[in-house]
Structure formats: structure tokens, C-alpha cells
């Protein structure tokens, strides 16, 4: 259910909270006071599409919140939740924010987590049903109409295994559709893999080959001058003199007498005798470098060779190694299926026969079930339509076989209605008047009311072109509903506003120079005096009248 619904510069509001409680909740006020405010307010929260031009003058921005109570639809919001990356519930609410700013900035949030707008709609559809001359009317949609009849009859075992067959069978479909080609193309299809898969197996790759390669080519290629930089060095160190080793040994003798003559030079000639070691060793290990440095024109020219077919299987099948490898395997797997094809296309075909069988016998039971509960659930919506006016109204339930089957099954249902006799039932979306489609609604839910899992109902205009005692039924009926769910109503009727739990009125005021629209909670006393206006006056009678729809209401 909407705890809490606030509304920040939108339209003729400059601030408002609202807090709504269970069952049934009434709103009420003079025409034009303001109250389709309430209403797209919600629509915007549901992620219907912001007008800008809704925004309050002189404001920035408008923002449209509301905290909802799921602990009734905890389970599977948590997981559409988490599904989409969004925070989880705290304390069993659910927190909605739009805001739309005249920059056209849009911005939505799930519990404090950015959305978008069709993760919004989603969810706007699992929280709040409303009905009247407004666009979010799930009831209108021939699936939705579907899903309801299945859960009126509790047929959603035998629906749940039909969509589990169609899934099997659509899975094969497109598998079986992968193999089948036309020769020509099978044939250039074997051709080009056989040639792909046979060139990269035949290069056998290395992931890590290449850089190696390269520096094998950097050095072959660069041998000569290797080798004359190595030779350059060892003469430096023992070639000609005085090379760097006859010069060692020079200080090292010289720092030897330093030492007889003064033993504090000690760590002198001791550090000499470390350098010249490691002059030494340097010689020795630049003599093997230069030894193994090997002028080879026959290995350029093979290393040439792979450096460049590596780098053409990387133009052909990936940017790295590591990509033409994998290439190489998806190929393979790619080839084995298509010359394995006849084998897998029978054995796809068999599956495929079997499944049809068993869909065509799942469907036609599926079919059958539901075309026993049309009438059930017909008379049912017939008999609350002739409670709200309707005497010779007629509602019907069409069945057809769609063009083609669905996970829902091979049928197709329409609602239709006709209103006055004489009439063709119509689909329940064609019909014209707010007026019948908010009663239609009515009366739907209020035989689906255990069915429908959406929590929050709302009903604006239910009560266009009715009065007297239809007008007590409305009211009969929308307490009904509230039983099970949270309803909200938007109606000019005195009746239909008796039988509410909760009373809110929508007034229009001037503060500062601006006409702002502001909503109250009624008490007793208030709620007297609001449904004495809606009858017609001040008058003693009209005021007894209030009383006595209150008291009935209570007794």
C-alpha cells in the first residue's frame, strides 16, 4: 500500500504530503480544485512521461515521492530488486522519487538507487492499478486479460507446463534453424571453416610465442653489431694496454704497499680486490655473450617468416594470440557441427515431433479448462455490472486461437462489453465513456479481487453518469475491494464518499499572491460538513442526509 505520496511544485502544488492509509481512501473537492493532481502525480511515479510544462511557475523542478508498504509482496520485490541491481527494501518500504527539471533533466530513483524509466514502469505496474480516463489500465491488455481468467480457474500449473514445453520446443527451433542452409552455402560454409580451422592448427600457436619471437628477430637481426659492441668491450677490459684489468692490478699493488705501511688502508684494498673480481667475472661472462652471438642469415629469414604470419592470423581472426586461438576452437566446434549436421537435424527433428504432441495435447487441455470458466467467470462480472447500473448490460469473454502460440498457450482472449441492449459487444479497451470503463473495472475487480496480486487500486470518475442507489453500490463495492487491497477514489458523489475508511478533501486557496492547491484529512465532524457541500447545500436536510450516509455506512 502508498504510505506516504508527496508532491513538490507540480501544477498548482507547491508542497504536499499526503499520508494514506488501508482500505478505502476517498478524495473529494470542487471542481477544478486540483484533484487529477493526485492522480498524475502517481501516473508519473508509474513512468509515464513527464510534461514539463506541469511544472509549477517559478519553479526548477518538480519531484514526486512515495513510500510504499510491500511487506505483503516482500518475497518477489526483493528479488526483482536485486534482479536489477537496485537496494533492497528497509523495513518492509519501498521508496519511489521522479524528478524532472524544465532543462528536461529526468532523473528516477528505487530506494535511493538511480533507474530507468522502464525499471520504474515495471515496477509501477506490480504496485498500482488505476482506472479512468487515464492510460495505465492493465485490465485493457488482451495477455493481462489471460492471466486473470487463469487465475480466476487456478490454472496456473497447466499454463506454467505449457510455457516450460514451448520454451524446449523454441530452443530446438532456433537450434535446428542454425543447421539448415541451402547447399551452396553449407558447401562455402565447410570450405571456409575447414580453411580457417586447418590454417591456425597448422601455425601452432603459442599465446605467449610472440614476444619471444620478436626478441629472437631483434637480436639476429642486429647480430653484427652485437657482436662488434661485445668485442668493443672485452678490449676495454682486457685488449690492448693498459686495458681496465692490467689497471687494476696496478692499484691493487699499489694499495697493497698502502696497506704495509698503514693497516687503517686495509678496507681499501680489500674493495679493490672485490672490483677487480667482479672486472673478472664481467670479462668472462662478455667472452661466452660474444661466442654465442651467431651471424645467421638463413634464421632471419625464418624468424621474418613467422613474425609475419603471426601478425596475418592476427589480422584475420583477433587482436592477439590469445584471441586467434580461441577463434581457432569456435571454429573447430563450428565444423564438427555442420559435418555432423544430418545426424543432429534427425535427432533435432525427433525431439521437435515429440514436443509438438506434446504441446498440441497440453494446449488443447489448457484450452479447454479455460473455455469451461468463461461462462463462470461471465456471469460473475455480469451480475456486479447489474449491481452498478447495468441492468441489461452484457459481458462477454471471446476465445480464439491466436496466430501463433505463445508460453501462455494457443489462445487469445478479448474482454467485451455493450453497455445498453441491443448492442455489439465491443473490447473492453473501445469502450468510449470514463463513466463505464471505471464501473466495468469496478465490477472486474471486484470479483478478481482475491486473484489480483497489485495492491493498490485506483478509481478516478467511477461515478460518471450514475446516481441514487447505483451510486450506494459503487461505494458498496469499492469497500469491498478494500478489504483486500488499498483503494484510492477520486468522485463527486456523496454515497460513493460515505463508504470510505479515510476522507481527504482538495481545496484551492490564495497565499502571497499565488493559488496553491492543498489536500486534508477530514475528521468526523469535517467529513459531515464536505458531504453536506456534495449534496448540495447547507441546508438542514442536506446536512441529515450526510449523517445518516455516514451512520449506515458504520451500521
Known amino acids: 500500500m502508498i504510505a506516504t505520496l508527496r508532491i513538490k511544485n507540480l501544477a498548482l502544488v507547491a508542497d504536499l504530503t499526503l499520508e494514506l492509509r488501508p482500505g478505502c481512501n476517498v478524495i473529494t473537492g470542487e471542481t477544478g480544485a486540483g484533484k487529477s493532481i493526485i492522480i498524475g502525480a502517481l501516473n508519473l511515479l508509474l513512468g509515464q512521461r513527464a510534461d514539463r510544462t506541469l511544472i509549477r511557475a517559478g519553479a526548477e523542478s518538480c519531484t514526486v515521492e512515495a513510500v510504499f508498504d510491500i511487506s505483503a509482496l516482500r518475497p518477489t520485490l526483493d528479488s526483482f530488486l536485486d534482479e536489477n541491481g537496485l537496494e533492497p527494501c528497509d523495513q518492509y518500504q519501498l521508496v519511489l522519487k521522479r524528478t524532472f527539471t524544465v532543462a528536461g533533466t529526468n532523473r528516477q530513483f528505487i530506494n535511493g538507487s538511480p533507474a530507468t524509466l522502464q525499471t520504474l514502469a515495471t515496477l509501477g505496474d506490480r504496485l498500482v492499478d488505476i482506472h479512468g480516463p487515464h492510460d495505465h489500465q492493465s485490465l485493457f491488455n488482451p495477455a493481462l486479460q489471460l492471466a486473470i481468467l487463469d487465475a480466476f480457474g487456478g490454472l496456473e500449473k497447466p499454463r506454467a507446463a505449457f510455457a516450460s514445453l514451448f520454451r524446449q520446443h523454441d530452443k530446438l527451433e532456433k537450434e535446428k534453424a542454425a543447421l539448415i542452409v541451402d547447399e551452396r552455402t553449407y558447401a562455402q560454409q565447410l570450405d571456409l571453416l575447414r580453411h580457417q580451422v586447418q590454417e591456425i592448427q597448422a601455425a601452432q600457436l603459442n599465446p605467449a610465442e610472440e614476444a619471444e619471437v620478436l626478441a629472437a628477430h631483434s637480436r639476429t637481426s642486429n647480430a653484427a653489431r652485437l657482436l662488434e659492441l661485445s668485442q668493443s668491450a672485452l678490449s676495454v677490459l682486457d685488449g690492448n694496454e ?307 450516509l455516514l451512520t449506515g455506512k458504520r451500521g
Request: one cysteine or more; charged letters at 25%.
Open 242 to 548: 693498459p686495458s681496465l684489468l692490467d689497471q687494476s692490478g696496478s692499484l691493487g699493488r699499489a694499495l697493497q704497499s698502502l696497506q704495509l705501511l698503514d693497516t687503517t688502508a686495509a678496507p681499501l684494498a680489500i674493495a679493490q680486490e672485490q672490483i677487480s673480481a667482479q672486472i673478472r667475472e664481467l670479462q668472462q661472462d662478455l667472452s661466452r655473450y660474444a661466442d654465442r652471438v651467431d651471424i645467421d642469415p638463413a634464421q632471419l629469414v625464418e624468424l621474418d617468416s613467422r613474425l609475419n604470419l603471426i601478425q596475418s592470423l592476427k589480422r584475420k581472426y583477433g587482436a592477439t594470440l590469445h584471441d586467434v586461438i580461441t577463434f581457432g576452437e569456435e571454429a573447430r566446434a563450428k565444423l564438427d557441427a555442420l559435418e555432423s549436421r544430418d545426424a543432429q537435424l534427425a535427432q533435432i527433428n525427433a525431439e521437435l515431433d515429440h514436443l509438438a504432441k506434446a504441446l498440441q495435447k497440453s494446449g488443447s487441455e489448457l484450452s479447454a479448462q479455460r473455455a469451461k470458466l468463461i461462462p463462470k467467470l461471465s456471469k460473475a462480472v455480469a451480475r456486479q455490472l447489474s449491481d452498478l447500473g447495468f441492468k441489461q448490460s452484457q459481458f462477454d469473454i471471446s476465445i480464439s486461437t491466436a496466430l501463433q502460440p505463445s508460453a501462455t498457450g494457443v489462445d487469445r482472449i478479448e474482454f467485451q462489453f455493450a453497455p445498453n441492449p441491443g448492442e455489439t459487444a465491443r473490447p473492453l479497451r473501445a469502450i468510449a465513456s470514463s463513466g463505464e470503463m471505471s464501473r466495468v473495472m469496478l465490477a472486474l475487480k471486484t470479483v478478481l479481487a482475491a486473484e489480483d496480486e497489485i495492491p493498490v487500486l485506483v478509481f478516478d470518475e467511477v461515478d460518471a453518469n450514475i446516481g441514487g442507489e447505483t451510486a450506494h453500490v459503487v461505494g458498496d463495492k469499492m469497500r469491498q475491494i478494500a478489504s483486500k487491497r488499498q483503494v484510492l477514489c477520486i468522485t463527486h458523489l456523496a454515497p460513493v464518499a460515505a463508504a470510505a475508511d479515510t476522507h481527504f478533501v482538495v481545496d484551492k486557496c490564495v497565499s502571497e499572491g499565488r493559488t496553491i492547491t492543498d489536500i486534508q484529512l477530514l475528521d468526523a465532524p469535517a467529513r459531515v460538513k464536505e458531504l453536506t457541500r456534495m449534496l448540495g447545500g447547507k441546508s438542514d436536510a442536506a446536512r441529515k442526509h450526510a449523517e445518516e
